[in-house]
């Protein structure tokens, strides 16, 4: 089985997030920051090129329990076409809170946001909130 791509890097999320195209989106990325800081009280990490992830929880798909890793408590990619915000629906109080967020849509594993004002900013930082009280996922079997 192949190392995954999505891990920890040095890389600095500063320059990532003031290097993000189209201005509106580095805008909003640089918005987001400051809002997961404040929500986690942790310092960002550059996962891969392109998330910016608070926190790493162990993870072990349901799907093939051989599968797992480590991947962000939560956190975002202020890519071109859209923010994507990862972790916030993750849990059951989250998946539950996401109607009141206001406008987005849903991938595999993340919202999508066209712009920030599109959402309800104390709905998204009770959503950080909750992937930030996230634990590893339990052994198969426990």
Same mark, same amino acid.
């Given at each position: 089985?192949?190392?995954?791509?999505? *891990?920890?890097?040095?890389?600095?999320?500063?320059?990532?997030?003031?290097?993000?195209?189209?201005?509106?989106?580095?805008?909003?990325?640089?918005?987001?920051?400051?809002?997961?800081?404040?929500?986690?009280?942790?310092?960002?990490v550059l996962w891969g090129p392109?998330? *910016?992830?608070?926190?790493?929880?162990?993870?072990?798909?349901?799907?093939?329990?051989?599968?797992?890793?480590?991947?962000?408590?939560?956190?975002?990619?202020?890519?071109?076409?859209?923010?994507?915000?990862?972790?916030?629906?993750?849990?059951?109080?989250?998946?539950?809170?996401?109607?009141?967020?206001?406008?987005?849509?849903?991938?595999?594993?993340?919202?999508? *946001?066209?712009?920030?004002?599109?959402?309800?900013?104390?709905?998204?930082?009770?959503?950080?909130?909750?992937?930030?009280?996230?634990?590893?996922?339990?052994?198969?079997?426990?």
């Open positions: 089985m192949g190392e995954p791509k999505t *891990v920890p890097t040095d890389a600095s999320v500063d320059d990532f997030l003031h290097a993000a195209t189209p201005a509106r989106r580095r805008e909003d990325g640089l918005r987001l920051a400051g809002i997961f800081r404040e929500v986690t009280g942790a310092d960002p392109s998330i *910016v992830g608070y926190g790493s929880y162990r993870y072990v798909s349901p799907a093939n329990p051989r599968t797992r890793g480590e991947w962000p408590k939560t956190g975002f990619s202020p890519r071109k076409a859209q923010l994507s915000l990862y972790g916030l629906k993750d849990l059951p109080e989250g998946a539950a809170l996401l109607p009141s967020l206001g406008t987005y849509t849903e991938g595999a594993g993340c919202i999508y *946001v066209r712009k920030l004002d599109d959402v309800d900013l104390d709905v998204l930082r009770r959503l950080i909130a909750i992937a930030w009280s996230r634990a590893d996922d339990p052994e198969p079997g426990s």
